[in-house]
């Protein structure tokens, strides 16, 4: 891959930068980042990577924009109110970056089209903001060796792991189910300063960033929670939960009876 006379001036602080240069523009480029959920999260998480160069770009939600968005979505205009978030979001993205491919997916992903949807990606950010859709998430992306980061935020906090297939635990190995959506409040609920899904969402980009250049210390293993309130960052450390996984255990089963079938 050779730099056009415009690639290196938008990349040029990248490309000056110990760490990243063009070895890890390069990387950039050529990878492809899935975002599920245009929403909150999903807002700066976007906007960060098509400024950073990332080559290819999913974007998954099946809402249209609404007005209450507006207060922390930042990726929506006024006018894009009743239009689709996708459409929206992808527009968004374009203007800063008109030369990166996204691909839109409006609809809900769900049992039947998540490995579909995620099998071209590198990695997956966890924009949504229901426990079973990033449950769902979880498992597809331990089923399919995908790395993600997991992203939740309500009122004040806010919290992010990164997964990474082999490297440490997934949602699972912590939880082990997924509480029930209707017994668990959602900004929608209880609401959530604007401020705040920037927070983390930009975390969450930061994490894909890293994993695709190959640079710094993931968090893996390792729950960051953010205080807003108090402006505290914290880790919880779940590094040793790994063997507790039920995905984990039904992978190593299936794994070890195709080696016990082999003719």
């Known amino acids: 891959m050779t730099f056009t006379a415009e690639q290196l001036e938008r990349y040029s602080r990248h490309i000056i930068l110990k760490g990243v240069g063009v070895k ?34 999913g974007i998954a939600d099946f809402d249209p924009v609404e007005l209450t968005n507006l207060q922390r979505q930042i990726i929506h205009k006024t006018e894009a109110v009743g239009t689709a978030k996708v459409l929206s979001a992808k527009a968004a993205a374009q203007a800063i970056n008109p030369y990166i491919k996204i691909d839109i997916y409006e609809k809900g992903v ?31 992306c331990v089923k399919n060796h995908k790395p993600f980061c997991y992203g939740g935020i309500k009122e004040f ?12 635990p997934c949602l699972r190995c912590i939880f082990d189910e997924a509480p029930p959506d209707d017994e668990c409040e959602t900004c929608s609920d209880v609401g959530v300063l604007g401020t705040l899904p920037g927070v983390i969402g930009t975390l969450q980009a930061l994490e894909a960033q890293k994993y ?40 190593k089963e299936k794994t070890a009876n195709a080696k016990n079938h082999r003719p």
């Open 24 to 57: 890890g523009q390069k990387a950039l480029l050529s990878s492809g980042v899935l975002v599920v959920g245009a929403g909150a999260l999903g807002s700066p998480a976007i906007m960060f990577l098509a400024a950073s160069g990332v080559g290819h770009i």
């Open 110 to 140: 769900n049992e039947d089209n998540i490995d579909e949807i995620i099998r071209e990606y590198d990695f997956i950010i966890d924009g949504t903001d229901r426990f079973s859709a990033k449950f769902l998430i979880n498992d597809a």
């Open 157 to 168: 906090s806010g919290q992010i792991m990164t997964y990474v297939p082999g490297r440490g």
């Open 212 to 251: 695709i250049i190959g640079t710094g210390d993931l968090l893996i293993g390792q729950m960051l929670v953010f205080d807003g309130l108090r402006t505290d960052f914290r880790k919880v450390d779940f590094s040793d939960c790994t063997e507790r996984c039920p995905v984990y255990r039904k992978m």
